[in-house]
């Protein structure tokens, strides 16, 4: 490419983009569209004083609260303190993540991905215990599990079908 050419170029895209600077809104949409498409999504944390209570119940909010959000289905969730929790009906989790403290997970409900691979990420010295949690048979159901804490799946109601990926950490196992 010759100079001549090189320089009207990037000074015809200057000029273009000129419009920019006059309209710094327009950035803030772009950098928001731009988020949203890489896959950067909000959390919902579980409330942090060990109260028991169904996944479908108000307790969720922003880290720090307050937990008053109702559970909002597909968002990933975040336990950081010791937590007790009801699975109790086939609604579709996202990632979780086990930041601190014994999460313990009741299933009353048959568990579901929505068909895809989520992502269990326990922390170091985090521990989420799943009790009597059937899992789903639809197709594209599995797991990762990440993080240095441990996972015990404990005694399921049902054979668990799908994918699952160890990253780091432990998994438990009942015996049979």
């Given at each position: 490419m010759n100079r001549s050419l090189h320089t009207t170029t990037n000074?015809?895209?200057?000029?273009?983009m000129n419009w920019l600077k006059k309209y710094p809104s327009v950035w803030v949409f772009f950098t928001v569209m731009l988020l949203s498409v890489t896959g950067v999504q909000a959390q919902q944390y579980w409330r942090v004083d060990n109260v028991g209570a169904a996944l479908n119940t108000a307790n969720w909010g922003p880290l720090g609260g307050p937990y008053t959000n109702a559970y909002v289905a597909g968002i990933p969730i975040v336990f950081t303190a010791n937590s007790a929790i009801t699975y109790s009906y086939a609604i579709a989790v996202n990632n979780i993540s086990v930041t601190g403290g014994t999460t313990n997970w009741t299933g009353a409900g048959t568990y579901t991905?929505?068909?895809a691979v989520r992502t269990v990420d326990i922390a170091?010295?985090?521990t989420l215990t799943w009790n009597a949690q059937p899992v789903s048979f639809v197709a594209?159901?599995?797991f990762i599990k990440n993080g240095a804490?441990?996972?015990?799946?404990?005694?399921?109601?049902?054979n668990y079908p799908a994918g699952f990926t160890m990253n780091a950490g432990t998994v438990t196992l009942p015996r049979n």
């Open positions: 000074y015809m895209f200057a000029k273009r991905t929505g068909g170091a010295g985090a594209g159901n599995g804490g441990t996972w015990n799946i404990g005694t399921q109601a049902n």
